[in-house]
């Protein structure tokens, strides 16, 4: 299928969720999360983890899941999380903690307030936790269809793990792939973890 069809599927998909099968679903995805971190010996590693923010009535998975567990169980990890620059059609990135006050912007993405804003250091970003709504077998995902993801990858965090997070399994393949599109390293659904070579 094409991007627009899976959007428009998946969309959909998601919508039907009830609210108490995407925190679920999110709970075992923060699971497979952390299992990820403690294979890979990163528990321990003094780092930086970017994580989107998740618009609830659209059910996205809830990272406040992973969010809240690294805050109250490994301090030496900071939270990074994107705020969207829509003039010149890219991300800023501000580290967030415990007790940063949120506000909506107009798309209703929760991003640290004005006044509370610290900069990220994008070097010492080691994962990113992608946002998507389906993505295939061979790591290509499809989001909303901005491409803020793939420039923000391919341009500020190359060296970064990219991490997606899928409600659902993958489909069997993305048709209309583009050059652009940034695969990712790993996606992670509530059922397992996918790796991609």
């Known amino acids: 299928m094409t991007k627009s069809a899976l959007r428009q599927t998946f969309l959909a998909q998601r919508k039907a969720l009830t609210i108490d099968e995407v925190a679920y679903r999110s709970e075992l995805i923060a699971g497979h999360f952390f299992a990820y971190l403690e294979k890979n010996n990163l528990v321990d590693a003094s780092t930086i983890i ?7 009535e659209r ?6 899941a992973i969010i809240e567990l690294i805050w109250l169980s490994f301090p030496h990890i ?5 705020v969207t620059d829509e003039y010149n059609q890219q991300l800023l990135n501000y580290t967030i903690f415990p ?14 307030a004005i006044g509370s804003r610290y900069e990220t250091e994008l070097e010492q970003i080691s994962i990113v936790l992608v946002p998507l709504l389906t993505f295939d077998k061979r790591g290509h995902r499809v989001g909303y269809g901005g491409g803020y993801y793939d420039r923000f990858l391919a341009d500020s965090v190359p060296h970064s793990r990219k991490i997606g997070v899928s ?8 048709e209309g792939v583009e050059l652009t599109d940034v695969k990712l390293d790993v996606c ?9 070579d």
């Open 78 to 82: 900071h939270i990074s999380v994107p």
């Open 50 to 56: 970017h994580t989107f923010l998740p618009i609830k």
């Open 167 to 174: 409600l659902f399994d993958p489909v069997n393949q993305i």
């Open 99 to 112: 007790g940063t006050p949120l506000v909506k912007n107009r798309l209703g993405i929760p991003e640290p």
């Open 188 to 196: 992670l659904t509530p059922e397992q973890m996918y790796r991609f």
């Open 59 to 64: 059910k996205e998975v809830n990272t406040w």
